[in-house]
């Protein structure tokens, strides 16, 4: 199934993730940069690094386009994603990672994905999110009604998704500060609110950082620098904390956190959750678990969701492995 070309009133620079990102396979490539600045930056400076355009793009979350018809209603909650039978390789050599994964969140649910090394949770969540690294090759994936392969990465972060990374990226020569900052403002622009003066934004700021119990001068820092493995989980809660999801998307949030890091992380991801947000986790370790509290966890195996349930999987995972799981 071919997606329609481009049209001009799409026309955005490209960016790395927007080459590739999530497009079914042999889907015409967007328009060539024709200097107009991408709308969804709602007005940022022109950003040569895709590391920097990706943040910035988390600066519009929840802005343009909510007013997407809700697509149905389950027990008075509207469905935010649903995701069926999907496939997906790697675009570099066709390899199948993605072999046919369903999955449906409703708003204010949270949910966990589990799996042995290499199931493809990351991969799944990356084609989410539509990384360069993948290609569709089947299936839908629906976010608030809307069809997130129809979409590039930028719209899928306006549309409100937001991925923590297994392994959060450095931007040199940009202080944390000024990047939270101008990602703040461009949201802001976006909802036609004022931006806020750094003293503002400080104000702002500031308390979220307490909650995180992470240390002031970690804004004076560049982007991630020299971060230790926890310090660059807590920043990426942070850059949530500040621009807000509706589907926040934690790639191992708890993966080289010690046990109170591990506490503020889940203690500032559930102050975030709200009835309208939701939360996908993938994580190993129950652990995480016992602070964030899911009400599905979908075991991934191969390449697809074989098994949904209650926390009961996870305890289960922990004492007998993945073979007492496959025996419930
Ligand atoms: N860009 C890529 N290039 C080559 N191989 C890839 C790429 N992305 C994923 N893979 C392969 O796809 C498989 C699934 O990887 P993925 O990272 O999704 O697994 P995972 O379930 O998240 O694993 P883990 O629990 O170890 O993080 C692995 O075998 C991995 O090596």
């Given at each position: 199934m071919a997606s329609a070309p481009p049209s001009l009133s799409t026309a955005r620079p490209p960016t790395a993730a927007s080459l590739h990102g999530g497009r079914r396979r042999g889907a015409l490539p967007p328009l060539p940069s024709c200097g107009v600045r991408p709308p969804s930056l709602g007005g940022l400076p022109a950003l040569r690094s895709a590391p920097l355009r990706r943040f910035a793009v988390r600066a519009a979350l929840s802005t343009a386009d909510r007013s997407a018809a809700p697509v149905e209603s389950g027990g008075g909650k509207e469905l935010l994603l649903e995701v069926r039978d999907l496939t997906a390789v790697i675009a570099e050599t066709g390899q199948e990672i993605l072999k046919g994964v369903d999955l449906t969140i409703y708003e204010?649910?949270?949910?966990?994905?589990?799996?042995?090394?290499?199931?493809g949770k990351s991969t799944f969540a990356k084609v989410l999110?539509?990384?360069?690294?993948?290609?569709?090759?089947?299936?839908?994936m629906m976010f608030k009604g809307e069809n997130l392969l129809e979409m590039e990465p930028e719209d899928r972060s306006l549309a409100g998704l937001f991925m923590s990374f297994q392994s959060p990226i450095e931007i040199p020569g940009v202080s944390n500060a000024d990047f939270l900052n101008?990602?703040?403002?461009?949201r802001r622009r976006k909802l036609n609110q004022p931006e806020l003066s750094p003293i503002e934004f400080w104000a702002y700021v500031y308390p979220k950082l307490d909650l995180l119990n992470m240390k002031a001068d970690f804004l004076n820092r560049n982007v991630n620098e020299g971060f230790s493995g926890g310090e660059r989980k807590r920043n990426e809660i942070l850059q949530l904390a500040v621009l807000g999801?509706?589907?926040?998307?934690?790639?191992?949030?708890?993966?080289?956190l010690d046990v109170d890091a591990l506490r503020d992380v889940a203690k500032s991801v559930n102050g975030l959750l709200t009835p309208k947000n939701s939360v996908l986790m993938i994580t190993h370790y129950l652990r995480l678990l016992e602070f964030i509290e899911p009400r599905y966890i979908h075991v991934m195996?191969?390449?697809?969701?074989?098994?949904?349930?209650d926390i009961s999987i996870a305890k289960t995972l922990e004492k007998e492995g993945f073979k007492g799981v496959s025996e419930m």
């Open positions: 204010g649910e949270v949910h966990a994905i589990m799996g042995k090394n290499g199931s999110v539509g990384h360069p690294d993948y290609e569709v090759t089947g299936g839908s101008m990602a703040y403002n461009a999801a509706e589907l926040a998307i934690l790639d191992e949030i708890d993966s080289g195996e191969n390449g697809k969701i074989v098994k949904t349930g």
